[in-house]
């Protein structure tokens, strides 16, 4: 949109000395006298050649820690049994670490174990527990849910990567990790009922003791000879029961053969674990399992699963939508009823490139390019080529990553297909332009992308099949250029509209491309629909759009409220799912709301498109009345959006109404005691609302900001007086003419929640130096790491900060805490001219999901585990830290 040209001059401070000027001394007019000397000035005193660099890490109460991790520098509190279980709160996202005997890196654990961690929680009925299981390819750990008396009563133990389990009722429960083999991190989710697989695992039926196996083609049988693999299988108890050679076959099991008990000798521990099983059915089904997981190690058989059975049910919907909260908040749901997108609307995204292969974006784009100049920079081995894939963006100081990923699966991740993400507008196109390499980019090269996706001259010495409609910029660093306005111009005069994050620094000062006469400047809110502490304020800024904060779990499902989307896990070549917060977040958001205009009213222009925002058509008003510096025009709303560009198509949409709220959850943990919840009309047409209650007492409604008809902003708060500890559930219903709204509620009532993931490494990285220059280590006080770098050279540097709870000198590996000033996505450079105080940021799980969570047998290679290059440069001691 049109700008306010805002230029910034550095003043020189000019300092002026006064000196006393002294007359001619004694008697008037004596020549003789000595002259007076002029004053000497002070010395100057010269500036210091170093400075300090301090702060606050800060972790949420929402987070916890494994009080027994491989890292010496903590303190252990262990939770070997269910005796000695660790108390936990509810929801909670727990961070920790389980390994067999001697696997792993050396630590408190690698020589005796530590196989079993245990927690002690309450539950409600229907909420889940989730376990992602870090290192899945070179380890296995299992989930096993306890009573306060030790008896197993559900368990988990298929996946390998994901595993999943749905309370059956309200309850003190003890939650079990289990190592079955090897080392790994781990993340427990614990909240409201959205698993990741959309059902818990005991829905996946098997046929007691029967296996499906395969054998690898060296160890077939022969028909008058018995190779070891199927030697081994007759003396476990095996028959074989139909199939063949080169195929699948069926085995079964002969229940109570004493051959069974060596199918479990390489389950080790895990033995154990049948005999605190009273439920007849459940030993079976875990004996099968576990039978079923001791084959897998066998190297000469391929796979091994359970036989399943299997009943007619209808197609699952995107199983990762229900952590998807950023969509009620814009109201897209409602927005979808109208339109998900046309395929003939192409968004560039100009990013780090694409994982084109990720099952959510596997037909999602058209033809792109790479911009990337540089070779050193491109990681692809050579310039510009017409090749957009995303080698991973990683440097020396950062974790790879595949941002471009993340920001094309909220535009356009493939929607209503089962599995993972939906995108903003799913039926669109993605056009991917890698822009951005290993350390960022240049502005040069993003002009060139700009100028391909605009179908204008570029470098590339080609045109596209068709130009972008419209072009998302997640990126900027850059200062004002009159070479890329000049561009942005000649873009918007061809109809492209131009789409940017306004920035993570918590500025108000312009930041460019998002600053541009032309581009759609976006903040970032939480899911409160506040300002993001991160966020980018200022005259520049057009809209808001939801950038999430990952320090908070405020709907109460397990998970950080960051954005969730497509990425990938290691070198790109596995792909999964994870939560991210930032204004690159934001600006997709938007993109993909444009997208969908622009699907039902094509000739939609981009001086019509700032014509309905200026009107606050496209938007909730939030913040002062009217355009304001910290959300723009407001809340992007996608409902409203698609019903403007109808009407301005001269197109009268049918009346749909539809009472709407912009959460489907609300989460008051620890000491959170107000929350807001907005009801609206998703729809078009004529609503009233006829009442709105809960169903607690200590639930209260209070009305904020309310419109006649009962819609608008409420005050949802609760009241802990008089209350036992434990953890409670309530509702808010919402009868509306048309429809009525269930808002789940949770509630921790002394639940002593302490902010705590562990020890925290806070790491000091000089520009351009591979290993950290200074480092520091903290424990939690209150939820706090403070840190301080005395006696810092001039330079230019980046803070980040972590746990490394399997201890190998590595923070922010999967399953850890991470963090870097000011965001993870877009760590800020300290340019080190005087002492730097205040450098505040939080540090938060960095939690993936895997794209599936395959029930057959994991295979045990590192060819994907690339370990993030924030070192520790030496191991720490802490034993003097209380």
């Given at each position: 949109?049109?700008?306010?040209?805002?230029?910034?001059?550095?003043?020189?401070?000019?300092?002026?000395?006064?000196?006393?000027?002294?007359?001619?001394?004694?008697?008037?007019?004596?020549?003789?006298?000595?002259?007076?000397?002029?004053?000497?000035?002070?010395?100057?005193?010269?500036?210091?050649?170093?400075?300090?660099?301090?702060?606050?890490?800060?972790?949420?109460?929402?987070?916890t820690?494994?009080?027994?991790?491989?890292?010496p520098?903590?303190?252990?509190?262990?939770?070997?049994?269910?005796a000695?279980?660790?108390?936990?709160?509810?929801?909670?996202?727990?961070?920790?670490?389980?390994?067999?005997?001697?696997?792993?890196?050396?630590?408190r654990?690698?020589?005796?174990?530590?196989?079993?961690?245990?927690?002690?929680?309450?539950?409600?009925?229907?909420?889940?527990?989730?376990?992602?299981?870090?290192?899945?390819?070179?380890?296995?750990?299992?989930?096993?849910?306890?009573?306060?008396?030790?008896?197993?009563?559900?368990f988990s133990?298929?996946?390998?990567?994901?595993?999943?389990?749905?309370?059956?009722?309200?309850?003190?429960?003890?939650?079990?990790?289990?190592?079955?083999?090897?080392?790994?991190s781990?993340?427990l989710?614990?909240?409201?009922?959205?698993?990741v697989?959309?059902?818990?695992?005991?829905?996946?039926?098997?046929?007691?003791w029967?296996?499906?196996i395969?054998?690898?083609?060296?160890?077939?049988?022969?028909?008058?000879?018995v190779?070891?693999?199927?030697?081994?299988?007759r003396?476990?108890?095996?028959?074989?029961?139909?199939?063949?050679?080169?195929?699948?076959?069926?085995?079964?099991?002969?229940?109570?053969?004493?051959?069974?008990?060596?199918?479990?000798?390489?389950?080790?521990?895990?033995?154990?674990?049948?005999?605190?099983?009273?439920d007849?059915?459940?030993?079976?089904?875990?004996?099968?399992?576990?039978?079923?997981?001791?084959?897998?190690?066998?190297p000469?058989?391929?796979?091994?699963?359970?036989?399943?059975?299997?009943?007619?049910?209808?197609?699952?919907?995107?199983?990762?939508?229900?952590?998807?909260?950023?969509?009620?908040?814009?109201?897209?749901?409602?927005?979808?009823?109208?339109?998900?997108?046309?395929?003939?609307?192409?968004?560039?995204?100009?990013?780090?490139?694409?994982?084109?292969?990720?099952?959510?974006?596997?037909?999602?784009?058209?033809?792109?390019?790479?911009?990337?100049?540089?070779?050193?920079?491109?990681?692809?081995?050579?310039?510009?080529?017409?090749?957009?894939?995303?080698?991973?963006?990683g440097?020396?100081?950062?974790?790879?990553?595949?941002?471009?990923?993340?920001?094309?699966?909220?535009?356009?991740?493939?929607?209503?297909?089962?599995?993972?993400?939906?995108?903003?507008?799913?039926?669109?196109?993605?056009?991917?332009?890698?822009?951005?390499?290993?350390?960022?980019?240049?502005?040069?090269?993003?002009?060139q992308?700009?100028?391909?996706?605009?179908?204008?001259?570029?470098?590339?010495?080609?045109?596209?099949?068709?130009?972008?409609d419209?072009?998302?910029?997640?990126?900027?660093?850059?200062?004002?250029?009159?070479?890329?306005?000049?561009?942005?111009?000649?873009?918007?005069?061809?109809?492209?509209?131009?789409?940017?994050?306004?920035?993570?620094?918590?500025?108000?000062?312009?930041?460019?491309?998002?600053?541009?006469?032309?581009?759609i400047?976006?903040?970032?809110?939480?899911?409160?629909?506040?300002?993001?502490?991160?966020?980018?304020?200022?005259?520049?800024?057009?809209?808001?759009?939801?950038g999430g904060?990952?320090?908070?779990?405020?709907?109460?499902?397990?998970?950080?409220?960051?954005?969730?989307?497509?990425?990938?896990?290691?070198?790109?070549?596995?792909?999964?799912?994870?939560?991210?917060?930032?204004?690159?977040?934001?600006?997709?958001?938007?993109?993909?709301?444009?997208?969908?205009?622009?699907?039902?009213?094509?000739?939609?222009?981009?001086?019509?498109i700032?014509?309905l925002?200026?009107?606050?058509?496209?938007?909730?008003?939030?913040?002062?009345?009217?355009?304001?510096?910290?959300?723009?025009?407001?809340?992007?709303?996608?409902?409203?959006?698609?019903?403007?560009?109808?009407?301005?198509?001269?197109?009268?949409?049918?009346?749909?109404?539809?009472?709407?709220a912009?959460?489907?959850?609300?989460?008051?943990?620890?000491?959170?005691?107000?929350?807001?919840?907005?009801?609206?009309?998703?729809?078009?047409?004529?609503?009233?609302?006829?009442?709105?209650?809960?169903?607690?007492?200590?639930?209260?409604?209070?009305?904020?900001?309310?419109?006649?008809?009962?819609?608008?902003l409420?005050q949802?708060?609760?009241?802990?007086?008089?209350?036992?500890?434990?953890?409670?559930?309530?509702?808010?219903?919402?009868?509306?003419?048309?429809?009525?709204?269930?808002?789940?509620?949770?509630?921790?009532?002394?639940?002593?929640?302490?902010?705590?993931?562990?020890?925290?490494y806070?790491?000091?990285?000089?520009?351009?130096?591979?290993?950290?220059?200074?480092?520091?280590?903290?424990?939690?006080?209150n939820?706090?790491?403070?840190?301080?770098?005395?006696?810092?050279?001039?330079?230019?540097?980046?803070?980040?900060?972590?746990?490394?709870?399997?201890?190998?000198?590595?923070?922010?590996?999967?399953?850890?805490a991470?963090?870097?000033?000011?965001?993870?996505?877009?760590?800020?450079?300290?340019?080190?001219?005087?002492?730097?105080?205040?450098?505040?940021?939080?540090?938060?799980?960095?939690?993936?999901?895997?794209?599936?969570?395959?029930?057959?047998?994991?295979?045990?290679?590192?060819?994907?585990?690339?370990?993030?290059?924030?070192?520790?440069?030496?191991?720490?001691?802490?034993?003097?830290?209380?």
């Open positions: 949109m049109q700008k306010n040209s805002l230029h910034l001059l550095a003043a020189a401070a000019i300092t002026m000395l006064a000196t006393a000027c002294g007359g001619g001394g004694g008697g008037g007019g004596n020549d003789d006298s000595a002259p007076v000397p002029p004053p000497v000035p002070p010395p100057v005193t010269p500036p210091p050649e170093s400075f300090l660099i301090s702060g606050t890490v800060t972790a949420s109460s929402s987070q820690v494994d009080g027994d991790t491989n890292d520098g903590a303190i252990a509190r262990p939770n070997d049994t269910v000695t279980a660790q108390p936990v709160s509810n929801p909670i996202t727990l961070g920790g670490y389980v390994n067999q005997p001697g696997s792993g890196a050396p630590g654990s690698q020589i005796p174990g530590d196989t079993d961690d245990y927690f002690r929680v309450e539950l409600l009925a229907g909420q889940s527990v989730t376990m992602l299981v870090a290192d899945f390819q070179q380890a296995d750990a299992d989930l096993y849910l306890f009573d306060t008396q030790g008896r197993i009563l559900d133990i298929e996946s390998g990567e994901v595993e999943t389990l749905v309370i059956p009722r309200d309850g003190t429960y003890v939650v079990n990790a289990f190592a079955y083999e090897g080392a790994t781990y993340i989710a614990i909240g409201n009922q959205n698993t697989s959309g059902r818990s695992q005991p829905q996946y039926d098997i046929v007691p029967e296996s499906v395969k054998y690898r083609a060296s160890a077939e049988p022969d028909n008058d000879s190779k070891p693999a199927h030697h081994r299988l003396r476990m108890g095996m028959e074989q029961r139909a199939g063949g050679r080169g195929r699948a076959r069926l085995m079964g099991m002969r229940r109570g053969n004493p051959g069974a008990d060596e199918t479990l000798e390489r389950a080790g521990e895990a033995m154990d674990k049948l005999g605190l099983i009273e007849p059915r459940l030993r079976a089904r875990l004996e099968t399992l576990l039978a079923i997981k001791s084959l897998r190690d066998d000469q058989i391929e796979y091994a699963e359970p036989n399943y059975r299997i009943r007619a049910m209808a197609a699952p919907n995107d199983t990762g939508y229900p952590f998807q909260w950023h969509y009620p908040l814009i109201d897209l749901p409602a927005a979808w009823d109208t339109t998900t997108g046309n395929p003939q609307v192409i968004v560039a995204v100009i990013d780090t490139g694409i994982l084109s292969r990720h099952p959510d974006l596997t037909g999602q784009s058209v033809d792109g390019y790479d911009f990337v100049s540089s070779a050193d920079r491109a990681r692809d081995g050579d310039g510009i080529d017409p090749n957009p894939e995303d080698p991973g963006d440097d020396s100081t950062a974790s790879n990553s595949f941002h471009g990923t993340h920001v094309s699966g909220t535009v356009a991740a493939a929607g209503n297909n089962g599995i993972g993400v939906a995108g903003v507008a799913y039926n669109a196109r993605i056009m991917p332009l890698r822009a951005l390499g290993a350390g960022g980019g240049t502005t040069y090269d993003v002009d992308a700009v100028r391909f996706a605009a179908g204008l001259a570029n470098d590339s010495g080609t045109l596209p099949a068709r130009a972008a419209i072009i998302n910029l997640s990126l900027g660093g850059a200062p004002f250029s009159q070479s890329s306005q000049a561009l942005y111009r000649q873009v918007r005069a061809a109809g492209v509209v131009m789409v940017a994050s306004a920035g993570n620094e918590a500025s108000s000062r312009p930041s460019y491309p998002a600053a541009y006469d032309g581009v400047s976006v903040a970032a809110v939480d899911a409160q629909r506040q300002r993001a502490n991160y966020s980018n304020t200022g005259s520049s800024i057009d809209l808001a759009a939801p904060d990952s320090g908070v779990d405020l709907n109460g499902d397990g998970y950080p409220d960051g954005v969730l989307s497509t990425d990938g896990v290691g070198t790109g070549s596995s792909f999964g799912y994870t939560f991210l917060s930032g204004t690159s977040m934001a600006a997709p958001h938007v993109a993909g709301v444009i997208a969908l205009m622009k699907s039902v009213n094509p000739d939609l222009s981009p001086a019509d700032d014509a925002i200026l009107r606050g058509d496209i938007s909730d008003d939030l913040g002062t009345p009217g355009r304001d510096d910290l959300y723009g025009h407001g809340l992007v709303n996608a409902q409203q959006a698609v019903l403007a560009a109808l009407a301005a198509s001269g197109n009268t949409p049918a009346d749909n109404p539809r009472l709407s912009s959460a489907a959850a609300l989460n008051f943990s620890g000491s959170v005691d107000e929350l807001e919840l907005e009801l609206r009309n998703g729809g078009n047409g004529e609503l009233a609302l006829l009442d709105v209650t809960a169903s607690e007492s200590w639930l209260q409604l209070n009305p904020l900001d309310i419109r006649d008809d009962g819609l608008g409420y949802v708060a609760v009241e802990r007086a008089g209350l036992a500890v434990g953890v409670y559930s309530a509702a808010i219903t919402a009868r509306s003419s048309v429809n009525t709204l269930t808002i789940g509620v949770i509630m921790s009532v002394g639940d002593g929640s302490v902010a705590d993931v562990g020890v925290v806070i790491l000091l990285y000089e520009q351009g130096v591979e290993e950290p220059v200074a480092q520091a280590a903290a424990s939690a006080n939820g706090r790491y403070d840190f301080a770098f005395s006696n810092v050279p001039r330079g230019q540097y980046q803070v980040f900060a972590g746990s490394d709870a399997d201890n190998d000198l590595l923070i922010c590996d999967p399953g850890e991470c963090g870097s000033w000011l965001t993870v996505d877009q760590p800020i450079v300290i340019d080190l001219e005087s002492d730097s105080e205040g450098i505040d940021f939080p540090v938060d799980y960095l939690i993936s999901i895997p794209a599936s969570a395959t029930v057959g047998q994991a295979p045990r290679t590192n060819q994907d585990q690339v370990k993030p290059k924030i070192r520790i440069a030496t191991p720490m001691d802490l034993s003097t830290k209380e």
